[in-house]
């Protein structure tokens, strides 16, 4: 069992950008792939990034791509999602998930662990 606890959501003005983190407690952390998906309202979860075990290799969204950093540190059991030029489209709750899977998976049904979600908001 993982237990996932994002922080570091909140409200920026467009342009801004926030760090999330996400950290993980039970077992051991490095043997997880981790993702991170985001809710807007009345919409479906969708992926933003994910990266493997190692940190080795990390995928974006299109969406994100260029914007956003997908990093972790295996010694601080911790993953974070940097964000930069935000966009009010950008506004969602977001969840980190971990898999074991050790390829880079992007649909929810590969995640294994949840968080809870932390909340982004982006005003205009």
């Known amino acids: 069992q993982v237990q996932l606890v994002e922080s570091g959501g909140g409200l920026v003005q467009a342009g801004g950008s926030l760090t999330l983190s996400c950290a993980a407690s039970?077992?051991?952390?490095?043997?997880?792939?981790m993702g991170w998906f985001r809710q807007a309202p009345g919409k479906e979860r969708e992926f933003v990034s994910a990266?493997?075990?190692?940190?080795?290799?990390?995928y974006y969204a299109d969406s994100v791509k260029g914007r956003f950093t997908n990093s972790r540190d295996n010694a601080k059991n911790t993953v974070y999602l940097q964000m930069n030029s935000l966009k009010p489209e950008d506004t969602a709750v977001y969840y980190c998930?971990?898999?074991?899977?050790?390829?880079?998976?992007?649909?929810?049904?590969?995640?294994?662990?949840w968080g809870q979600g932390t909340q982004v908001t982006v005003s205009s």
């Open positions: 998930a971990a898999t074991t899977l050790v390829i880079v998976v992007v649909t929810t049904n590969e995640y294994d662990y």
């Open positions: 039970g077992r051991t952390f490095n043997n997880y792939g």
């Open positions: 990266i493997t075990w190692s940190g080795g290799s990390t």
